[in-house]
């Protein structure tokens, strides 16, 4: 027996092994909000795709940062997600990340700090 046929989720909202190895940029139709047992968390809903994506505080914070707090201001852009290594209670595992992209500074750059 696969562990794999017995906890895969059958929900509709992605899990980091749906990505890949890929990054996908998707546009964001709609922004919900859910009560779960541990507190209200936001999920998105994409164009183009079936699965939505619950918000962590961390990926909420990195939308924020590049698209405004308000989360109406937010359909219609496109953001990217990729699976990435993180921790979960302490072990290793794969979590879903909002991908920052920022300017990256040249060699000839003062360097600020």
Request: charged share 35%.
């Amino acid at each position: 027996m696969n562990i794999d046929q017995i906890y895969t989720s059958t929900g509709g909202n992605l899990k980091a092994d749906d990505l890949g190895n890929k990054s996908w940029p998707l546009t964001i139709q709609e922004v919900d909000k859910y009560d779960f047992d541990d507190g209200t968390k936001l999920i998105l809903r994409f164009e183009k795709s079936e699965k939505g994506l619950i918000l962590n505080k961390t990926n909420a914070r990195r939308i924020a940062e590049m698209h405004g707090p308000e989360t109406d201001g937010w359909v219609g852009k496109t953001i990217t997600l990729a699976a990435e290594d993180t921790e979960y209670e302490g072990r290793p595992t794969k979590g879903i990340r909002v991908q920052v992209d920022r300017e990256q500074a040249s060699p000839d750059d003062e360097i600020p700090f």
